[in-house]
């Protein structure tokens, strides 16, 4: 019994002198030790008083002094706050230790003991820290924090609530043909995700040249497309997007061809940069509309309709910090007066904006709202007229630490986000790919667990994709010559035809033909695809209010201005067995008459086609009444009779087998063809 209580106090004894706070003096350190160890702390303050940017500075001499004297609260204190953006866990176990040795060592201690509490999970520990705090302060002090330090603790509750239900999502680190040691951020995709433009801070930056100021590459925008096994090629595709400064990604169109970018001028303005065929364009920045000359602009997002630019900007007349703002284009094309969209922002910062192809989901970052720390990312859906209350994607989409740049592929099954120092990652910053799933494994909601869903990748490739409903259509492929089959560059026009607004136009790449349109469900959409001497080719999609995301890939092939040559008018619309004109037809016929005006002399044919329903008499009848309809319209409008006729075949010319639903409503048609030139 005497051994089990000497060996007791032992222990006691033991507990207590490692628990003893350890000054940097002569009476405890030698001499040249203590010499050194207060040369590298004096170093060490000198950058800590800088700041946030100077920490990894300061750590690196703090951690010299360290060495010789590892029981010293105050140094335990620095190191922990200096780690708290580099290593979380690291910097919880120093703040520990700090508080171990000496509790009054610093009047924050209990502050960034509950930051790091918060930043590791353990929402009740930094609740009691943030407490511990608020108890030391005076109440003049208190009343300077008092809103921040609830706000902190409102956010360890939210982080409680929204762990014990976590969003079903897998995330992974996208992997090494684009993430390396370096910082890669700022991600966005085009609608298909077949294409990813991000920022990153590695050697083969434009000019090779490293910031002085935190000793890192300077940032370069690069270029990643996707293979058809899933990899990625990436490269810095150099001037004119990147140059010998600074240079970040800022937002990118649905189709890819138009690239926003961040540069530092003039507090921090956006620019704009245009897809040629293979060229991109010199940037040039975006108007005083949306650049103000005291704010500072980040990150935009162009609705896919590319009439509203939604972007981020702390100008006067924001409700806090950095705002969300719109601006509207004219009818001349030019960006109107930026609206600041309150119903969203915050007295807090939002950040890293992103509008979805739907053209109604928006999805941002804030400091803001339910937030369970940092920026966590939030969406909101525009209905009658307003926004939605923006909703928490959610852990693990959100942790207690910033979650920004966040875009999300048309089809809603894929996002892509920043992840800050996470275990799995290549480096600092990585960027991730985030995918909705039906299921998912049970786990419960432990520190232990928590702590291991920061070192492992929540990673499985065999379940099921699909929770984000999404309805909208994305139309893409090329547009090629009929006959040499190269890529064409041409104006593809979107109508509304209900009520024969024209909704947008997109351009095809002229290098590759390649186009990818948005078609948000509810519409029924006239598409006309028009490029100097040829023929306009049209498309409809009628798309029920109820479809489903859906991907339609079709190449259209355009004919040249040529005698023979026939197409088919798809936005041509008669009442049921007449030959009424309905109102949808007004855009094409509008297109057929500009298509006769600018070709003066060409002749035509108007034919009309029918289902083998009904016998053939009527069918001639209805047939020839529906292309004369057609052609009486073109006469109403200016173009002479003498250049048109009219034929009505019933159903003697199918295009398709009139055995099917499908095959009969391709032989109901209305056809145009040049007879002479």
């Known amino acids: 019994m005497k051994k089990l209580i000497i060996s007791a106090c032992y222990i006691f004894l033991t507990i207590s002198i490692v628990a003893q706070n350890v000054e940097f003096d002569k009476n405890n350190i030698d001499r040249k030790d203590l010499k050194d160890a207060l040369s590298n702390i004096k170093i060490g303050d000198s950058f800590w008083v800088q700041g946030l940017g100077a920490y990894p500075s300061a750590l690196e001499h703090y951690l010299k002094a360290q060495k010789i004297n590892p029981n010293n609260a105050l140094l335990n204190f620095k190191i922990g706050v200096c780690y708290r953006k580099i290593n979380i866990e690291k910097s919880l176990e120093h703040l520990l230790k700090s508080e171990q040795l000496d509790n009054n060592c610093h009047d924050s201690l209990y502050y960034w003991l509950g930051y790091a509490y918060q930043r590791n999970y353990k929402f009740n520990e930094a609740i009691n820290s943030f407490k511990n705090f608020k108890n030391k302060l005076t109440p003049k002090e208190y009343n300077a924090v008092a809103h921040e330090l609830n706000k902190v603790i409102q956010e360890c509750e939210t982080g409680i609530e929204l762990v014990a239900n976590p969003t079903k999502v897998f995330i992974d680190n996208i992997g090494p043909d684009i993430n390396t040691i370096y910082r890669e951020y700022s991600p966005f995709i085009n609608a298909d995700e077949s294409m990813m433009i991000f920022t990153s801070r590695r050697p083969n930056t434009t000019g090779g040249g490293i910031d002085p100021r935190d000793k890192m590459f300077y940032e370069d925008i690069y270029i990643a497309s996707r293979g058809g096994d899933g990899s990625w090629k990436v490269e810095n595709p150099g001037s004119p997007l990147n140059s010998k400064d600074h240079d970040a990604t800022a937002g990118l169109s649905g189709d890819g061809q138009i690239l926003f970018i961040y540069r530092a001028v003039n507090n921090g ?363 009486d319209y073109l006469i109403n409008a200016g173009i002479p009779a003498d250049r048109m006729t009219s034929a009505g075949y019933g159903f003697d010319k199918p295009i398709a087998s009139n055995e099917t639903d499908a095959g009969r409503q391709l032989n109901r048609r209305t056809e145009f063809k040049i007879t002479s030139k």
């Open 269 to 631: 303005d956006v620019y704009q940069s245009v897809l040629k065929g293979t060229e991109w364009g010199k940037p040039v920045p975006l108007p005083k509309t949306i650049n103000g000359k005291k704010s500072h602009e980040s990150t935009v997002s162009l609705s896919p309709d590319g009439k509203s630019l939604y972007f981020i900007s702390d100008r006067e007349g924001s409700v806090g910090k950095r705002d969300i703002w719109v601006s509207h284009k004219d009818k001349k094309g030019n960006w109107g007066e930026a609206i600041n969209v309150r119903s969203l922002n915050t007295i807090y910062n939002e950040e890293s904006i992103f509008m979805h192809p739907d053209g109604k989901t928006l999805y941002f970052s804030s400091e803001g709202h339910k937030n369970m720390g940092g920026f966590d990312v939030f969406k909101s859906t525009f209905n009658n007229g307003k926004w939605s209350e923006p909703v928490n994607l959610g852990y693990p989409i959100n942790t207690p630490d910033d979650d920004v740049f966040f875009t999300i592929a048309a089809s809603g099954t894929h996002a892509y986000m920043m992840g800050d120092a996470r275990a799995d990652g290549y480096g600092e910053r990585d960027i991730y790919v985030v995918t909705f799933i039906l299921e998912k494994p049970v786990l419960t909601n432990t520190e232990d667990n928590l702590i291991a869903w920061r070192t492992e990748p929540v990673s499985e490739t065999s379940m099921e994709a699909a929770v984000n409903t999404v309805s909208l259509t994305l139309l893409k492929g090329r547009v090629l010559d009929e006959a040499t089959k190269e890529p064409v560059e041409a104006s593809i026009i979107l109508t509304d035809n209900v009520i024969n607004e024209e909704i947008a136009t997109f351009t095809s790449n002229s290098a590759t033909g390649k186009y990818l349109v948005s078609l948000p469900s509810g519409k029924n959409y006239g598409i006309a695809v028009k490029a100097p001497g040829y023929l306009f080719h049209s498309e409809n999609f009628d798309i029920p209010k109820t479809s489903a995301y859906q991907e339609v890939e079709k190449d259209i092939y355009l004919k040249k201005v040529e005698i023979g040559k026939e197409i088919v008018l798809k936005n041509i619309f008669f009442d049921f067995n007449k030959a009424t004109l309905r109102p949808e037809s007004k855009n094409e016929l509008e297109n057929l008459t500009q298509l006769m005006r600018k070709n003066p002399t060409i002749k035509i044919e108007i034919s009309g086609h029918t289902d083998n329903v009904g016998s053939a008499a009527y069918n001639k009848t209805l047939s020839q009444a529906r292309a004369k309809a057609v052609v």
